[in-house]
């Protein structure tokens, strides 16, 4: 059984530069969540997505953050015009729609802006 | 909107020794509440939850929580700690229909040896 996995686990970057996240989840998962966690923080709730839809954006989603998951499989996260701000670690989280309604999460993307 | 509040950033505990990391939590309706825990450079690993039932749940590597309505109270306990059990505890409720999270600030958890 293999787990959620997230790529790069690192990233570094300059400011006002793009990056992109990769999240691939459990293969039967057909729920899909983004967090961000800083630095002596409990996780925040990013995104949602039931399949390939996006149901749910946070307000700490601005217009330049971006998710898709277009085929209902994988997932990425793209910031654009990165700021010092964004610095954080990006986790990756998948459930079954039914049934237990654990979320299962990767080990994460650290961002780190420089 | 759900909350939950772990008012410890750090407990220290000695191997051996019983341990209580504590949550309190604030909800309109039923409350989905949940523990995880997260390792140095690993993402969070569920340990366990309660939606409904007996108000002792028990969960992974003997960590076992207690809810309480009257107290609006979700501690996580374990009878007896053990070095490794040392990382960072995070308390969760579910919030909507999407089944997202909201964690609590999370609790770093030292076991002595």
């Known amino acids: 059984d293999t787990g959620v996995s997230q790529n790069p686990r690192h990233k570094i970057t300059k400011r006002g530069q793009n990056v992109t996240f990769r999240c691939d989840p459990i293969s039967e998962h057909n729920r899909l969540y983004w967090y961000r966690q800083t630095l002596g923080q409990g996780p925040e709730f990013l995104t949602y997505?039931?399949?390939?839809?996006?149901?749910?954006k946070s307000r700490l989603l601005s217009d330049r953050f971006s998710a898709e998951r277009p085929k209902g499989s994988f997932s990425t996260l793209e910031i654009q015009r990165t700021e010092q701000g964004d610095s954080a670690m990006y986790l990756c989280?998948?459930?079954?729609?039914?049934?237990?309604?654990?979320?299962?999460f990767g080990a994460g993307t650290r961002l780190s802006v420089l | 909107a759900q909350s939950v509040a772990q008012p410890e950033d750090q407990v220290n505990v000695a191997e051996g020794n019983p341990l209580t990391v504590k949550c309190t939590y604030s909800v309109s309706g039923n409350p989905y509440l949940f523990w995880y825990v997260q390792y140095p450079n690993r993402g969070l690993q569920f340990l366990l939850k309660?939606?409904?039932?007996?108000?002792l749940v028990k969960g992974s590597y003997g960590f076992e929580a207690e809810f309480n309505k009257s107290q609006t109270s979700f501690h996580l306990k374990k009878p007896s700690a053990l070095v490794s059990d040392s990382a960072l505890y995070f308390c969760?409720?579910?919030?909507?229909?999407?089944?997202?999270?909201?964690f609590g600030a999370g609790t770093r958890l030292a076991v002595h040896p």
């Open positions: 989280a998948s459930s079954l729609e039914v049934g237990k309604n654990i979320q299962y």
């Open positions: 309660y939606i409904t039932g007996d108000n």
């Open positions: 997505f039931q399949n390939e839809a996006q149901l749910e």
């Open positions: 969760a409720v579910r919030e909507g229909g999407y089944n997202k999270l909201i």
